[in-house]
């Protein structure tokens, strides 16, 4: 039992009074006082009573199944995102394989209306799964006390990464059966810095939480904490809620730091899709040189929005 601090540094809305401790605490303090009286008074004096009765607290539902949502949730949350991402990272990478891609610059289509087309329709089928996880999780009881449209929120948000990886894997692999193996394990592999989480949250500091948020599985467990022990207070994630952290000692981290850091993963992810596909766009594709973003000749689109010499001699 830790003694360098007055309450736990994770509440729950459980007692932490152990009456067991304490009375064998208390019987042992009543042996030594008894025997500085017996030392120090007459010896006929009547020995003294010691009466010990707990505090009282207000009474706290204790749930089984809500006691594990913190270790659940991200997990359900990871599960429901994941058929979504590897259908997108094959349909993506097949597209790649086949010269579809290639084919459509040929007739003049640019590579962002392909990627816009893409992401729009993943961004419909992202608002039906987040649907269909919060309508589910309220539905059944898992997170009665949640605000759903704050719920459907985050899972949306959570949805960007998810896309913009997909994107990522699919401008590394020109093979779609090798992009799904690899883009799973991945996928899996970047929510391993949250495993070790309840091992080292006590000593972390908080930029070393941000920089393990860089892997969105990790940023979108830790949200996913902080929804699950407001609803083991009963209360659930509100929206005047938003800056709570379970932690004490004037803890930064909460549910705004790991849907900013969502937010960072995706555009980290998108940018090194971007410069990864122009250099390395696969057996159809001539790639660009590595340093292609410092050359006015891609920003002015082969010169033809500029007239600077420079512009064409970089072609």
Known sequence: IR????????????????????????WIQDIVDSAIIRLHAKPNATPSKVYTSEFEKPCSHSDGFVELLPITLPI???????????????????EKESGMEIL?????????TTWLSW???????????????SVTMKVSGMLPATDPLLLFCFMLLYSWPCITYSYLISAIF???????????????????????VPFRELNMEFYQ????CLAFPTAEAWGCQFIARLELFGVGMQWNQLSYTYMEAGESMNII??????????????????????VFPGKHGIGLRWYFPVTPSYWCSYGRLC???????NR
Not at 268 to 274: R, S
């Open 209 to 212: 939480k941000i920089i393990a």
């Open 3 to 26: 003694t360098d601090f007055l309450k736990p540094i994770i509440q729950t809305p459980k007692s932490t009074y152990d009456i067991k401790s304490h009375l064998a605490i208390g």
């Open 307 to 313: 007239s600077c010499t420079s512009c064409y001699s």
């Open 76 to 94: 359900i949350m990871l599960f429901g995102y994941l058929f979504l991402v590897i259908s997108l990272i094959r349909d993506l990478v097949h």
């Open 174 to 196: 020109n093979r779609a059966s090798v992009a799904v193996l690899c883009g799973t394990l991945f996928y899996w592999a970047l929510y391993l810095p949250f495993v070790a």
């Open 119 to 133: 992401f729009c329709i993943n961004v419909v089928m992202c608002i039906l799964v987040s649907i269909i996880l």
């Open 257 to 278: 730091w790991s849907s900013l850091m969502l937010l960072v993963d995706g555009f980290i992810h998108i940018i090194a899709a971007w410069y990864i596909s122009n």
């Open 104 to 112: 459509l610059r040929m007739m003049g289509q640019s590579s962002y």
